[in-house]
């Protein structure tokens, strides 16, 4: 059985590893991000960065907690964006939530990361049956279940 540390570092290379999938998709097959990616690209970002400090903190269980409600963020994005192509009528476009997005720094500084451009109800491209949302939310759930399971084991 892995103990924390392996978990944790785990939990940081998926989160790290998914913002490169996100990457290629914008970059190599033209896919912008809406809102409501870059809210998920922030939560895989944050859970990744908390579960990495978690690793090599003394006590690891407040990073981990953060890591893990970056993950539960990210479930409440991906949730309204899933909600946003279940209802065809549902837009999330260009909107205050687009605007105040594109005016945080990180936005500003990284546009090529954090710059929301796209439309939610657009994300139509299935990926071995499943949407990029869905993969989103599918992520989420693996990360959130092996930081919950590194947070309440015996040591």
Not at 22 to 36: E, I, N, R, S
Not at 88 to 98: A, L, R, V
Request: glycine residues 8%.
């Amino acid at each position: 059985m892995p103990n924390n540390r392996t978990l944790f570092l785990a939990v940081a290379f998926a989160c790290f590893a998914l913002i490169g999938v996100a990457l290629y998709l914008q970059h190599v097959k033209d896919m912008l991000p809406c809102p409501l990616c870059v809210f998920q690209r922030y939560a895989f970002l944050g859970a990744g960065v908390f579960a990495l400090v978690a690793a090599f903190a003394k006590k690891p269980t407040i990073w981990a907690g953060l890591a893990l409600a970056s993950t539960v963020g990210g479930m409440v994005a991906v949730g309204k964006h899933l909600y946003v192509l279940a209802n065809p009528g549902f837009s999330c476009g260009i909107d205050p939530m687009q605007t105040f997005l594109n005016k945080i720094p990180t936005a500003e500084f990284m546009p090529w990361l954090f710059f929301a451009d796209g439309l939610c109800e657009e994300s139509s491209d299935a990926v071995l049956g499943l949407s990029i949302p869905a993969w989103s939310a599918v992520w989420f759930v693996i990360v959130g279940a092996v930081l919950l399971f590194a947070l309440v084991r015996r040591r």
